[in-house]
């Protein structure tokens, strides 16, 4: 059985999933995984590959969303990506000198906010 926070950020991402889709971004991937961490989203923005990192809360008694994204996460977060861009570079799918950046999306009941270049 999901527990309530697992279930609260999976709708977060189909939300998250489907704002980036209105706004023209592609998706390439969702929850990408190794061992040390994970990237919610990974889409295409033009020729820039963004790294996405979904919170969602449904009330700000613990914060904004995007504060629980601190400096181990965000280290996580940019080990994954690199990975993802070894991977991809050795498939031929990206070019080394790929523009790539990390964002968050921040989701407050209904209200979705993108935080571009976050850390």
């Given at each position: 059985?999901?527990?309530?926070?697992?279930?609260?950020?999976?709708?977060?991402?189909?939300?998250a999933?489907n704002?980036?889709?209105?706004k023209?971004?592609?998706?390439l991937?969702?929850?990408?995984?190794?061992?040390s961490g994970?990237?919610?989203?990974?889409?295409k923005d033009?020729?820039?590959?963004v790294?996405i990192e979904?919170?969602?809360?449904?009330?700000?008694?613990?914060?904004?969303?995007?504060e629980a994204?601190?400096?181990r996460?965000?280290n996580?977060?940019?080990?994954?990506?690199n990975c993802?861009l070894d991977?991809?570079?050795k498939?031929?799918?990206?070019?080394e000198?790929?523009?790539?950046?990390?964002?968050?999306?921040?989701?407050v009941?209904?209200?979705?906010?993108?935080?571009?270049?976050?850390f």
């Amino acid at each position: 059985m999901k527990t309530k926070n697992k279930l609260v950020g999976n709708i977060g991402e189909e939300m998250a999933t489907n704002y980036l889709l209105k706004k023209k971004y592609k998706i390439l991937e969702r929850n990408f995984r190794i061992p040390s961490g994970e990237i919610d989203i990974i889409a295409k923005d033009g020729k820039t590959v963004v790294f996405i990192e979904v919170k969602r809360r449904l009330s700000l008694d613990f914060g904004m969303p995007a504060e629980a994204v601190n400096m181990r996460k965000a280290n996580k977060i940019r080990v994954a990506a690199n990975c993802f861009l070894d991977e991809q570079i050795k498939l031929g799918k990206l070019k080394e000198d790929t523009a790539i950046r990390f964002d968050i999306i921040e989701i407050v009941d209904d209200q979705i906010t993108q935080i571009e270049d976050a850390f």
